[in-house]
């Protein structure tokens, strides 16, 4: 299926996109760490950088704590990621220690960076809320400063018949609401 937008952007955009197909392949340090450094980059209210990742790598000392924080239905394609990720966001400011009302939003916008920078790479990255949030706060060892957001499989392109036959169903680029549904001038619109 073609992703044709209302009106011109940039391409990369419009391929970046959440297949679950992974080869099981490792990835290399460097590329991982490209990933975080791109995310390293988004903006933050108050420059706070408010973001956190934690990471384990398929085979490594962490794999299973992470992997065992999934639930049964992302378990069956994320066992062949190479990498997952768990982010959090620090609920308060550095400088003074005040609540950020914004620090899932602007956490949000390092994801993005990390999404694109793996679909430019051409990573298979796919964000997940389908994992046990508490179990992630305690086995992780995150304090109460900080809330779990989301988690992230990364790997390498796999082949969508070695998904199961309902997840092969849904493996495409899926398309996005028209702008006069998400977009009003002068007030909100239902």
Known sequence: MARIPEFKVHDIFTNRWSPRAMSGEGIKDEELMSLFEAAKWAPSSYNNQPWRFIYAKKGGAYW????????????????????????????TFDYNEKPSITHSFDTGAAWENIALEGSINGFVVHGM???????????????????????????????????????????????????KDIVFEGEFKV
Not at 72 to 79: D, I, L, R, T
């Open 64 to 91: 299973e704590t992470f992997f065992n924080l999934l639930t049964e239905g992302n378990k069956v394609w994320a066992k062949n990621a190479a990498v997952l990720i768990l982010v959090a966001s620090k609920k």
């Open 129 to 179: 809320q389908g994992f046990d949030y508490e179990k992630a706060k305690k086995d992780l060892k995150i304090t109460d400063e900080y809330t779990v957001e989301m988690m992230i499989a990364v790997g390498k392109p796999g082949r969508k018949k070695d998904l199961p036959e309902k997840l092969q169903e849904s493996e495409f680029p899926s398309n996005r609401k028209k702008l």
